[in-house]
């Protein structure tokens, strides 16, 4: 028997197929049947037809090894040998293995998956990450994460990995916020875990969000109240209660004498009225008549609006549809760049305007600048290179004009439930009431509650 593969090697791309010749000869002097069957680490998606060949003496045929490796980790990228193995079926110790050479091309596909999407903890929480290979070669992984400011800190354990073909590699996310969260119920901050494969230049983009409740709930506050009221109002009746105490001292029995009235002693005089008394008795004067005018009318959150003060712009107040509806204001009130925009749940003057809003319109654009009436120059600004919404001075002419960089104009656009997305025309980003005092932020736009709002006397 003489035995031979044209060619003894080739190559061939996951999900295609390649195939080569199998000569077989019959060198005996009777008639011989062949049987063919592919081995090796090529076996499962290699076949060879026809798999049996009927010679007779001095007689030779062909066969074709079809070799088509699936586009899965199965068939991993490189070179793979494979065989045929010929046996007769007359004279089964003389068969024979035909060795051949197959290389596979490379191909990497990669699948990331954030577990769980939603974590809650009070001072820390954990998260995983996790990386699935469902190429066929091995693959370099990195990961890092993306904080909102200063509210959360994102660390991942360990910063990278490497995953073989057909496996999962994972990483450990340390979450931790900034601030500890003693009363208030619970707070939301969004992160973001960026993946990233080795040799591809976009990352893959996760995102998950962390639920941070209070230490004390608010029940155990109510409580708190109501026990430390109790004890004032103990200490009260305490401290106003006068206890009757009777004297033991007794007038001690004897004879009683009179004073002396000599011719000296005069009796005293009868009290007349003085001054003071008989002004008393003068009718008190009448009060003075109050002014009958309309009382002015109050600003949204308190604090009245005086006669002579100036009519200025029309003022807004933009409200979450999210829970109670949170009020967007400045923090505190503040006018320095970078302060940010926070929201909160009720409508006060505490920090004057801080809450009332500009609306400057760019009829060419259809955008608007958003300037706080507590801070005159600064508008409402998107962070470089974050989704931090704060305040930022721009000069009064770019405002009016509308010469504006993307990150501080903003689109109003009505949704189907009559709320108005604010979207930030440099990121696209909607912006998004977070349920805190701390700050807003954007987000990718969709149709949650957190990114409706109400904008009062809107639109003119």
Not at 93 to 117: A, I, M, N, S
Not at 203 to 230: C, D, H, I, K, N
Request: with cysteine; net charge negative.
């Amino acid at each position: 028997m003489w035995t031979a593969l044209e060619p003894d090697a080739t190559s061939v791309e996951p999900g295609s197929t390649a195939s080569v010749r199998l000569r077989v000869r019959n060198t005996g002097d009777t008639v011989e049947e062949y049987r063919l069957q592919v081995v090796g680490d090529a076996a499962g998606w290699a076949r060879v037809q026809p798999d049996v060949l009927r010679l007779y003496p001095g007689a030779e045929a062909t066969a074709e090894v079809e070799l088509a490796p699936p586009r899965t980790p199965d068939a991993q990228a490189g070179p793979t040998p494979f065989g045929v193995r010929v046996r007769p079926r007359e004279a089964p110790h003389t068969g024979d293995v035909v060795e051949g050479q197959v290389t596979v091309g490379p191909f990497t596909e990669l699948r990331t998956e954030l577990v769980p999407l939603v974590v809650r903890g009070r001072l820390r929480a954990k998260a995983s990450v996790a990386v699935d290979n469902l190429g066929n070669q091995q693959l370099t992984a990195s990961f890092s994460g993306r904080e909102n400011g200063e509210e959360l800190q994102v660390e991942a354990e360990p910063g990278s990995v490497q995953v073989a073909p057909g496996r999962a590699g994972f990483a450990r996310l340390n979450l931790k916020p900034g601030a500890v969260s003693w009363v208030g119920g619970t707070q939301k901050h969004p992160f973001t875990v960026s993946v990233l494969r080795a040799g591809v230049p976009d990352p893959v983009e996760l995102r998950g969000t962390y639920v941070q409740p209070s230490v004390f709930p608010r029940w155990v506050m109510a409580v708190f109240s109501v026990l430390v009221a109790l004890g004032v109002a103990g200490a009260v009746m305490w401290f106003q209660h006068k206890p009757g105490l009777a004297s033991q001292a007794r007038e001690k029995p004897g004879k009683q004498q009179r004073l002396p009235q000599g011719d000296g002693m005069k009796p005293a005089p009868s009290p007349k009225p003085s001054a003071s008394e008989e002004e008393k008795k003068a009718e008190e004067p009448a009060p003075p008549d109050e002014d009958k005018d309309e009382a002015p009318k109050s600003r949204p959150g308190g604090g009245e609006k005086k006669k002579d003060e100036p009519e200025g712009p029309t003022t807004h107040t933009i409200r979450s549809a999210e829970g109670s509806g949170w009020y967007l204001e400045v923090k505190q009130g503040e006018e320095a760049d970078g302060t940010y925009v926070g929201q909160n749940p009720s409508l006060t003057d505490e920090f004057g305007e801080n809450q009332d809003w500009i609306l400057h319109h760019y009829p060419e654009s259809d955008t608007y600048a958003l300037e706080p009436a507590s801070a005159p120059g600064a508008v409402l600004d998107q962070k470089v290179n974050t989704n931090i919404a704060q305040i930022f001075h721009a000069p009064p002419e770019n405002i009016e004009s509308g010469r504006l960089p993307d990150n501080q104009k903003w689109k109003l656009e009505k949704r189907g439930d009559g709320l108005t997305r604010i979207v930030a025309v440099g990121s696209g980003e909607c912006l998004v009431d977070m349920q805190n005092d701390t700050s807003a932020v954007t987000w990718k736009c969709d149709d949650r509650k957190s990114m409706g709002w109400t904008i009062s006397d809107w639109p003119e």
